[in-house]
């Protein structure tokens, strides 16, 4: 099982740029897809993007689309979700987690069987 571990997170005005790191322990990271999700206070965990093994085939959620951009280094286990022009509507807990092999669905969260244990993101002024 790999252990996930998300950093990054904070407080910051809207407008502004933070970007997420999760790191995986094992060798197994590099065989996986990973994703992006994210669970607001009173609100269901809603996906917000993923990323292939290779990195080559990259979805986004429309709410994040042209703002958000996931990238990953396998030398390194470790997969990025850059945040720009952040909104009070991103504030959230950010959660990495790797793709369930054969997973058809990207987007649902049963489609992923790791988790991290999030890192809190706040968008206000």
């Known amino acids: 099982q790999v252990q996930l571990v998300e950093s990054g997170g904070g407080l910051v005005q809207p407008g502004d740029s933070l970007r997420l790191s999760c790191a995986a322990s094992g060798r197994t990271f590099s065989g996986y897809g990973m994703g992006w999700f994210r669970q607001a206070p009173g609100k269901e965990r809603e996906f917000v993007g993923c990323?292939?093994?290779?990195?080559?085939?990259?979805y986004y959620a429309d709410s994040v689309k042209g703002r958000f951009t996931i990238s990953r280094d396998n030398d390194k286990n470790t997969v990025y979700l850059q945040m720009n022009s952040l909104k009070p509507e991103d504030t959230g807990v950010y959660y990495c987690?790797?793709?369930?092999?054969?997973?058809?669905?990207?987007?649902?969260?049963?489609?992923?069987?790791?988790w991290g244990q999030g890192t809190q993101v706040t968008v206000s002024s």
């Open positions: 990323i292939s093994i290779h990195g080559t085939i990259i």
């Open positions: 987690a790797r793709r369930r092999s054969g997973s058809p669905s990207y987007s649902d969260s049963s489609g992923y069987d790791s």
